[in-house]
């Protein structure tokens, strides 16, 4: 019964849509420009804006650049200013201002941060999962809004059957929203850096209501930090809303059939935007410098004090017969500029079965290393004692005095 019912609503809603298509000579003469979500639906979040915002500045620009350059094409807006409108309304506007086309901007969002890019929706069945998932989630702003189901025919976003549920649709005007959709990703290529994701069909419930032409377009992801940056400067928005106006200039040459000249890219977009846009480069480039230039310090800090030690420590790891006084034993090795060897001469260590030893002083006999360990155990060093290496060996004191007994003859 109730899928019947559905049947019966379907073929009520394809008769309408066939019935509103007139035989009049073809013009585009008002358009109704959907700023996506609004007020307590904010649509997606980014890191540093919201959805809603940057669809609403973005829109605004693009009605901007349609009064200075496309006049008597007339501009209605679903919304002007940071509030709500329910989806079923804002179709009802261009069907009730019989309007000539419907444009609803969005901003795509993704789990992954990777993701980017511009893609343009024409209403239709989604082919592909990701297509649903994106419909879904911008149709689940009705689960907001009151007696939803009654409004949208029972439709429930969130049911498995979403994308059958449409399977009945057709549109009069898909062939002209398709025009639109390729002219629209056409133009993001060549005036944007962003990916190309191409024109699909996925059942938006803000086109499937509408009775004109009408595309969904989401203009680069909020959720990608890059494209969040670039949709949040006034180059971005302006490139973008300057590639909509350009796709529509080219869908109201083609239905006119007259050939009116596409201004340049360059001459649509503000001289301010792009200066500030330079200064932002500039600044981000200056920034970027500063910042390798003190890593370059840092490095070059780093690399002087490393031969620093090496020198010190070649002084330190003199070869033949050297008497050391030893003070210290640690597990733990220690840098010889470690605080607590603070006031004792020539620190240099060794390590004998896992322990680090310490010694001071460096000198060519036996008495003078005595004399130090004098000085040494006065300092606190009670235990100190008086070491001895040859070529960095540890040797007794009668090896020593041998080798000392051989070098003197
Ligand atoms: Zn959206």
Known sequence: MRYFLLLCIFFVGLSSNVEAQDSSPKRLKKIVIDPGHGGDKPGAIGKISKEKDLNLAISLKLGELINQHLKPLEVVYTRKTDHDVDLIRRSQLANREKADMFISIHCNASKNKDASGTETFVMGLAKTQANIEAAKKENADILLEANYAEKYDGFDPNSPE????????????????????????????????????????????????????????????????????????????????????????????????????????????????????????EREALAKEKEEAAKLLAQKLKDSLKQESNAADTIMNECGLVYRVQFYTDKAKKSPESNIFKGLDSIWMYNDNDLWKYTSGSFKDFKSAMDYREKIKKKGYKDAFVVIFNNDERISLAKAKEIENNNKK
């Open 162 to 281: 979403s994308n059958i549920f449409f399977a009945f649709y057709q549109n009069a005007y898909l062939e002209q929203s398709l025009v639109l959709a390729s002219k629209l990703q056409e133009q993001f290529i060549s005036n944007t850096k962003m990916l190309n994701r191409g024109v699909k069909q996925a059942p938006y419930l803000v086109l499937y209501k509408t009775s004109v032409p009408a595309i969904l377009t989401e203009v680069g992801f909020i959720s990608n930090p890059k494209e969040e940056l670039y949709l949040n400067s006034q180059l971005g928005q302006y490139e973008i809303a300057a590639s909509i106006f350009l796709a529509i200039q080219q869908y109201k040459n083609h239905l006119e059939g007259v050939i009116r000249p596409l201004p340049s890219i360059a001459s649509l977009i503000p001289h301010e935007a792009i200066k500030a846009d330079k200064l932002a480069r």
